[in-house]
């Protein structure tokens, strides 16, 4: 799975060959301003927002207005979309599924806030599990360590990869993390919502280290970097 990060929690994945971007912050995320990525370069098929925050969704309604990319987020930031001009949503909520083209999304229980950037009510937080032929993965949106994480490796198949936040102060720090990727059963994780702020600067070698003593592997990915996991 090709796998492009833009910096915080901003990621694209290629399923199907379709570009499914997630929680779009690019306009004023420095990390991707440092990286000189331009949000109105970004092509997408689908966006993906977690929770309404604006480090999340900064750019969604621009992306979505020029792409016409589909936007899944949950019911009050679908109907706050809709009311910014965007009108290729699709609105879901914590606990269901949907399939789109060639991938299925999996809303899961994020233990965050949501509120919108003008302050409207932006719903629940959620992560996403997404499973597909070229591969499943879990992206826990901003969330604290919490019990409902043991859920997923119960109700999805096997994940190949997740993406969680490890950036403390706002989210689950690396060790939380650590202690996330046992509930979820999976071994490889990308590191989110780390060094962007003041706030959310980590120690590099130390998160590594965290993983890698219980014999896991940390990836910490560069703005404008491109990779990719493969199906295991
Ligand atoms: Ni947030
Ligand atoms: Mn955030």
């Given at each position: 799975m090709k796998i492009s990060y833009f910096g915080h929690s901003t990621f694209m994945v290629e399923i199907n060959e379709k570009k499914i971007l997630f929680d779009p912050f690019i306009s004023h995320n420095p990390l991707a301003q440092e990286a000189r990525i331009?949000?109105?370069?970004i092509n997408a098929d689908y966006i993906l927002i977690s929770h309404g925050h604006s480090d999340h969704i900064a750019d969604a309604v621009s992306i979505a207005t020029r792409t016409g990319a589909k936007v899944v987020a949950n019911w009050e930031i679908h109907e706050w979309l809709q009311k910014q001009g965007v009108q290729n949503t699709h609105p879901m909520n914590t606990g269901g599924k949907w399939t789109f083209e060639g991938f299925t999304v999996h809303c899961t229980v994020a233990q965050h806030s949501s509120g919108l950037p003008d302050g409207s009510y932006g719903g629940n937080p959620m992560g996403f599990v997404i499973t597909s032929e070229e591969g499943n993965f879990y992206?826990?949106?901003?969330?604290?360590?919490?019990?409902?994480?043991?859920l997923i490796p119960m109700l999805y198949p096997s994940l190949d990869f997740a993406l969680m936040p490890?950036?403390?102060?706002f989210t689950m720090n690396y060790d939380h993390a650590v202690i996330a990727s046992d509930f979820i059963k999976c071994n490889t994780i990308v590191g989110l919502h780390?060094?962007?702020?003041g706030f959310i600067v980590i120690d590099h070698e130390a998160a590594k280290k965290a993983f890698s003593d219980k014999g896991k592997t940390l990836f910490l990915p560069k703005a404008g970097m491109n990779f990719s996991i493969e199906k295991s």
């Amino acid at each position: 799975m090709k796998i492009s990060y833009f910096g915080h929690s901003t990621f694209m994945v290629e399923i199907n060959e379709k570009k499914i971007l997630f929680d779009p912050f690019i306009s004023h995320n420095p990390l991707a301003q440092e990286a000189r990525i331009d949000a109105n370069s970004i092509n997408a098929d689908y966006i993906l927002i977690s929770h309404g925050h604006s480090d999340h969704i900064a750019d969604a309604v621009s992306i979505a207005t020029r792409t016409g990319a589909k936007v899944v987020a949950n019911w009050e930031i679908h109907e706050w979309l809709q009311k910014q001009g965007v009108q290729n949503t699709h609105p879901m909520n914590t606990g269901g599924k949907w399939t789109f083209e060639g991938f299925t999304v999996h809303c899961t229980v994020a233990q965050h806030s949501s509120g919108l950037p003008d302050g409207s009510y932006g719903g629940n937080p959620m992560g996403f599990v997404i499973t597909s032929e070229e591969g499943n993965f879990y992206y826990s949106g901003d969330t604290a360590l919490t019990w409902d994480m043991q859920l997923i490796p119960m109700l999805y198949p096997s994940l190949d990869f997740a993406l969680m936040p490890i950036g403390d102060n706002f989210t689950m720090n690396y060790d939380h993390a650590v202690i996330a990727s046992d509930f979820i059963k999976c071994n490889t994780i990308v590191g989110l919502h780390f060094d962007t702020f003041g706030f959310i600067v980590i120690d590099h070698e130390a998160a590594k280290k965290a993983f890698s003593d219980k014999g896991k592997t940390l990836f910490l990915p560069k703005a404008g970097m491109n990779f990719s996991i493969e199906k295991s």
